[in-house]
């Protein structure tokens, strides 16, 4: 399984695959799509989008971030998403989820804002984007989770391992934390938490 967490939920799979690109280091212009779950500043950041989009890069969002990435870049290589549907781009299969908060109000079920469950050779990615528990999804079923620690807009650590324990992915990978929101020791107290059968995967 090839993938990364860059910084934050700045993720990429496959080397090309990106998805809420965001302090990107170096500039690669590789990115064969990029995948955006909502459009807060440390999800949608057109400028780091700039250093890994080319002109064949295909965008996937909500739509009040495709309309600005048609905008700022008229391409029409993009995709409309919404929960709870299946979607292909470039051969790759996904399928979305609600992303939202229960008892916070960051982020409002009503904005159709999504996480994302991809599938690469045969294996099940999810990233969730900024989320609490939620009945959308505590659904998923996937080989790798990319799931928010950091508390305050998210799942905190604790929250976090009590949902993957309930997914039970093969690997758990711990976002959205030491950075914008929550420290480093998040990392290692979700780690802590997790049903040991897991995997954990901490890359900052």
């Known amino acids: 399984m090839n993938f990364k967490v860059l910084t934050h939920s700045s993720i990429v799979l496959d080397d090309n695959i990106y998805i809420d690109p965001f302090e990107i280091q170096n500039e690669t212009h590789n990115a064969k799509v990029v995948f955006i779950t909502h459009s807060h500043y440390d999800h949608f950041s057109l400028e780091d989008i700039n250093k890994v989009k080319n002109e064949n890069t295909w965008f996937v969002s909500t739509k009040e971030v495709i309309d600005e990435i048609i905008k700022n870049y008229n391409t029409n290589n993009v995709i409309i998403v919404e929960p709870n549907k299946t979607y292909e781009v470039c051969e790759i299969s996904f399928f979305t989820f609600g992303a939202y908060n229960v008892n916070k109000k960051f ?9 994302y469950n991809i599938n690469l050779e045969n294996k099940n990615y999810a990233i969730l984007g900024d989320t609490d528990e939620n009945e959308d999804n505590l659904k998923i079923k996937c080989d790798v989770l ?29 976002t959205h934390y030491g950075t ?25």
């Open 107 to 115: 982020h409002p079920k009503q904005n159709n804002w999504v996480g």
């Open 180 to 204: 914008v929101v929550g420290s480093l020791q998040d990392a290692d107290i979700f780690k802590e938490k997790l049903n040991k059968e897991i995997e954990c995967k901490v890359f900052f």
């Open 146 to 174: 990319f799931v928010p620690v950091g508390g305050t807009f998210t799942m905190n650590a604790v929250e976090a391992a009590n949902f993957t324990n309930k997914i039970k992915p093969k690997i758990a990978v711990p």
